[in-house]
């Protein structure tokens, strides 16, 4: 008996070694808020960030609480090492404040209310970091033209949010077990774009939005608390095309209001529900696969083009059952041209005039982690919000800035 204990303790030792020297773990050292402060220097001294020319900041071992920066053009590296909070409400890992030109890189964020924000800040870069168990992940406020690349972001009520902010570039990041993954709310003319959102409860959302452009994402298994792949609540003239929407339980929804959006040339496959519209007329739908779905399309008080005309066509329907042994506009000429005799009906006042009869081949869509990627990352998000769940549980309190980004679940 005393074998199988020591043999167990022996184990459970050797996972907990293998643990931290992949999370590069070293003591936190606990300094109170840091700040780089306008002329170049760190505050306090003390505090384990090093910078010999005002340019580059670099950690020199794991630090807790805040950083304040308020130094415009500089670069900020993690080198690896771990930024970890307390999970306290309000907190935040990285804070800039009317910045720009600030480059945020290769740190691991914890633990914090917000891991990054960027308030009223323009042409900063936040690039190849690890969030881990922050309520939101990465929040831009009133923020324009930043780049939002290659970063890991798990374990969070929101993944990415922006909040009246403009014309910013999210791409290559992999956003999973989130609550939500991306969402904007009076938000224009940004750039999402080949992008994992893998296994939130929302993939993304789209509120009071206009004129974004969501493109090559790949939005699969999000279908906690029966949320949705794509969703967008009144919001106009938006591009969704080439996104893979797999998985889900609802695929695309559109509702109240949403108009004048494209929705093109995306794989909507194995879904609950393929897509949804309610009260949202005028979008153009056409050269999507919808595959397998068990329900294609509902449609509730909305009318929308379905095709792209002749000899352009529609949308692939699996479940279509009509044949393709005609041709022409009226599809009364003799020999096939691709395109279904007859329309693919979804309603009296909804229908695909010229359904396409085969799967319509689609441009190379980015490529979900690998599975030994997926399980570090899941690990790594399972084990920090058992460390920090009873702290963030005890602190958030109604009043909390989240209602903002709450009323956005319908």
Same mark, same amino acid.
């Given at each position: 008996m005393l074998r199988k204990t020591d043999s167990g303790i022996m184990l459970i030792l050797l996972l907990v070694g293998m643990l931290t020297l992949l999370l590069n773990i070293q003591p936190v050292k606990a300094t109170g808020t840091i700040s780089i402060r306008p002329d170049g220097s760190v505050d306090p001294p003390t505090a384990p960030i090093s910078s010999v020319d005002g340019i580059a900041y670099t950690?020199?071992?794991?630090?807790? %609480?805040?950083?304040?920066?308020?130094?415009? /053009?500089?670069?900020? %590296?993690?080198a690896g090492f771990t930024l970890q909070g307390t999970g306290a409400l309000n907190s935040t890992g990285i804070y800039l404040s009317g910045m720009s030109g600030v480059l945020i890189k290769r740190i691991n964020i914890v633990g914090f209310y917000s891991g990054i924000k960027l308030a009223w800040s323009v042409n900063n870069d936040v690039t190849g970091n690890n969030m881990t168990s922050n309520d939101f992940g990465i929040w831009l406020h009133e923020s324009t033209s930043n780049v939002i690349?290659? /970063?890991n972001i798990n374990g969070g009520w929101s993944g990415v949010s922006l909040a009246w902010s403009a014309e910013n570039s999210i791409f290559e990041n992999n956003v999973t077990n989130n609550e939500h993954g991306v969402l904007l709310h009076w938000s224009a003319n940004n750039a999402i774009t080949e992008n994992n959102m893998i296994n939130n409860g929302l993939g993304v959302s789209l509120a009071w939005s206009a004129n974004?452009?969501?493109?090559?994402?790949?939005i699969l298994n999000n279908v906690k608390s029966g949320w949705y792949g794509i969703r967008l609540h009144s919001s106009a003239q938006n591009t969704i095309t080439r996104n893979n929407v797999a998985n889900n339980f609802y695929g695309i929804k559109l509702l109240y209001e949403s108009k004048k959006n494209t929705i093109t040339e995306n794989n909507v496959t194995n879904n609950s529900y393929g897509i949804i519209l309610s009260y949202a007329s005028n979008n153009m739908i056409h050269h /999507? *696969?919808?595959?397998?779905?068990?329900n294609?399309?509902?449609?509730?008080?909305?009318? *929308?083009?379905? %095709? %792209?005309?002749?000899?352009?066509?529609? /949308?692939?329907?699996?479940?279509y059952t009509g044949v393709d042994e005609k041709s022409g506009p009226g599809q009364d000429q003799l020999r096939s041209d691709g395109i279904g005799d007859i329309s693919y009906v979804i309603d009296a006042d909804n229908r695909d005039r010229y359904p396409i009869i085969r799967e319509i081949p689609q441009p190379q869509l980015p490529v979900s982690p690998t599975i030994f990627y997926a399980l570090l990352i899941t690990a790594i998000a399972i084990s920090s919000s058992i460390v920090f769940f009873v702290i963030r549980?005890?602190?958030?309190?109604?009043d909390s800035p989240k209602t903002v980004f709450e009323s956005l679940h319908v």
């Open positions: 950690f020199t071992s794991n630090i807790s %609480d805040e950083i304040v920066v308020q130094r415009n /053009n500089i670069i900020i %590296d993690g690349s290659g /970063n974004n452009d969501l493109t090559g994402n790949s /999507n *696969n919808f595959v397998s779905n068990t294609q399309v509902k449609n509730y008080a909305s009318i *929308n083009t379905w %095709d %792209d005309g002749y000899p352009s066509g529609g /949308n692939y329907w699996s479940d549980k005890k602190k958030k309190q109604s």
